[in-house]
């Protein structure tokens, strides 16, 4: 079993819309969750990440982390062109540097 | 936070061949690290650069195979040795300032094409 299981889509959204992004993970030690955005040609850049349980939100993005159910989201409100990346989650315990990413979600969103 | 650039940014090689990936951040960072991403799979870490020890390797991974350097704290090199077709991939770096934090950038990636 795989340590992050991200689907890998791709999805397409009309502009305005809100977009889901998922992730599972199977081990309970994981406490830092992450999610990156990469552009085509570009390396990931961090995009938010929550620390143990909870929501957070930065304009128009909002994480949300389930520990009991092991499962991760990002939220994306009023959708624009130029959220179309590879959205890409990772996680990381207390100990050790060693990060698990998903394999990432194509997202295109239209005009 | 850090500049991260790589060079080459692409690159054709042919099998048996070796290709030296270099990577430069603008601030000083304690650690570096390489990642290798391939078509339809996550991120896979490499090796952690260390500045004056050898690098740790993850499992899988092998000097021998990726020989890495890091002579001070903003510079890194990463070898592809004797590659094959199963090399090909995109390499990307990255680099942080203290441990058990997210990574926050990397670099823009050297694409690999072996043949």
């Known amino acids: 079993q795989k340590e992050v299981e991200q689907d890998p889509g791709p999805l397409s959204v009309p502009e305005g819309a809100i977009v889901s992004l998922n992730c599972t993970y199977s081990?309970?030690?994981?406490?830092?969750f992450m999610w990156y955005r990469q552009y085509s040609r570009k390396g990931p850049e961090l995009l938010m990440y929550?620390?143990?349980?909870g929501n957070k939100e930065d304009g128009r993005f909002t994480a949300q982390v389930d520990k009991s159910s092991k499962y991760i989201s990002l939220f994306i409100r009023d959708s624009q062109p130029s959220d179309s990346a590879t959205y890409l989650c990772a996680m990381s315990s207390n100990t050790g540097n060693q990060f698990y990413f998903g394999t990432g979600t194509s997202l295109t969103v239209i005009p | 936070s850090a500049v991260i650039s790589q060079k080459p940014s692409r690159d054709i090689c042919q099998r048996g061949t070796s290709l030296t990936i270099q990577c430069q951040v603008d601030?000083?960072?304690?650690?570096m690290f390489w990642y290798r991403q391939q078509p339809g799979q996550s991120l896979t870490l490499i090796a952690t650069a260390n500045q004056g020890s050898e690098a740790t390797y993850e499992s899988g991974f092998v000097i021998d195979k990726f020989p890495i350097s890091r002579p001070n704290l903003t510079f890194s090199t990463l070898t592809v040795s004797n590659m094959s077709p199963e090399d090909s991939s995109i390499y990307l770096c990255t680099g942080e300032t203290s441990g058990n934090l997210p990574l926050k950038f990397f670099g823009p990636g050297t694409r690999l094409t072996v043949l």
């Open positions: 081990n309970s030690a994981f406490q830092y």
């Open positions: 929550t620390y143990s349980s």
């Open positions: 601030s000083q960072v304690t650690m």
